[in-house]
């Protein structure tokens, strides 16, 4: 079986002796970085049920005081649970002997020995929250992918700009500045990021600072509450013109949520559509030498308002929820007291309609 090594971010911290060791350098990060508690305990169960996965034949029993590994429904290892419930080198041996005796008893095992610690790190993985991943590689963890694709377009109609932002990546705020410092004759601007699920969040937090002169952009918080990271504007006003639409919608997640509460909560825009995904929360890259990576959620991210994102999304100012294209915008703008759902608008030009007749309406 492969030797594992950890990384944060490309940060190596060497190589381990022992696979034993491995483990409980891997459990350690996990529950070091985690946002919330987590027992060592319950994450070493949660790896080695992950061995069913490799071989339906493998079955792992829990106890009060002792874990047994089964196959084919006979006894292969029984193992006394450490006296120190706490003791993580003591629960990394457990996990390393248990992978051991089912690769010598299991031809399965044996045969897909290379994968087994993929797939036992995402199913444990899987015990922590919903955002919490384990991805094949570091380019899917960090959606580099993205940079491939068109994530940015725009045209102008009369006085608006229309801007549509797909992801926000390393070209997101080059692309911002150059189409705003180009255009000329322009009375209202128009973001559509209905869709955008996210991306990199430090470039939503400068493609805010474009237009914030001053204040707080978002801020973080991990486990200990009590410790906050701010994010504020730091540069000079970018663009100074006035009325801004954001347009969102039930798939608008992540950094996308934090672009658009932030110009909201901070009077410089009007947000259009339906409730937001509620993608709040950032995550730690835990690399394995398999070159797959564990993402685990260590902190949680804040509107200006101090507003928590996660499971939460952001509220518009006008909510689109199974409205039809043919819909009064009128009545519509003199009805908005009820809840607001998540929903896909994209295949819409609803919310974009809306944000037109309020500009007409100087609303």
Known sequence: MKKIFLCLFGLYFGVFAKEASAWSNVFKEVIDSYVYYVE???????????????????????????????????????????????NISAWGNIVNQFINAAVEKSIIAAEHDFEIIDILASEMVKTLDKDSKFYKDIEEASNIGLRNKRTFASRQEDEVLYIKIAAFNKQTVTELKNILENIDDIRALIIDLKGCPGGMTGEAILAVDLFLDKGIIASTRGRNKNEETYYSAVDEKFWNLSPIFILVDGDTASSAEIFAVALQE???????????????????????????VLAVTNGFFYSPAANNLDGVGVKPDVCTFEMLENKDIANLLKQQNGSCMAESREDTNFEENVALFMLKQNL
């Open 266 to 292: 901070q009077g410089l825009a009007k947000v259009i559509g339906t409730k937001t995904k509620g993608k709040g929360s950032m995550q730690k890259l835990i690399k394995l030498e398999t070159g797959s």
């Open 40 to 86: 060592i305990e319950d994450l070493a169960v949660a790896t080695l049920k992950g061995l069913q996965k490799v071989d339906k034949k493998l079955r792992v029993g829990n106890d009060s005081s002792r874990i047994t590994l089964y196959h084919d429904g006979k006894v292969i290892k029984v193992l006394r649970k450490p006296d120190d419930k706490k």
